[in-house]
C-alpha cells in the first residue's frame, strides 16, 4: 500500500487531537456537569485518550492503512 502525506488531514488530525486532549484536562468538569460525577471520571478520561490515539494516527495519516488492513482481515482479501 501507498502511503501519502496529507495536510488536510494533519491538520483535521490535530484538532481532534487537541479537543480529546482538553477532554482529557477537563475531565472532572465534563463529568460533574453533563454525566453522572464521580463514578464516570474513569469512562470520561478513557473516551479522551482512545480521541487522542485516533488523533495522532489522522495525524500521521495511518488511518487509511489501519482501515484497509481492518477490510482485508473481515472479509478475507489478501
Known amino acids: 500500500m501507498d502511503w501519502n502525506f496529507s495536510i488536510g488531514w494533519m491538520f483535521l ?3 481532534i487531537t487537541a479537543a480529546s ?6 475531565y472532572q468538569k465534563i463529568s460533574d456537569n453533563m454525566l453522572s460525577g464521580p ?10 485518550l482512545v480521541g487522542v ?15 484497509s ?3 482485508n482481515i473481515v472479509f478475507k482479501r489478501y
Open 69 to 71: 488492513l481492518l477490510v
Open 39 to 48: 463514578s464516570s471520571y474513569d469512562r470520561v478520561k478513557f473516551w479522551g
Open 53 to 67: 490515539g485516533i488523533g495522532l494516527a489522522i495525524t500521521a495519516n495511518l488511518h487509511t492503512f489501519l482501515l
Open 13 to 15: 488530525g490535530l484538532i
Open 21 to 26: 486532549a482538553a477532554v482529557v484536562g477537563n
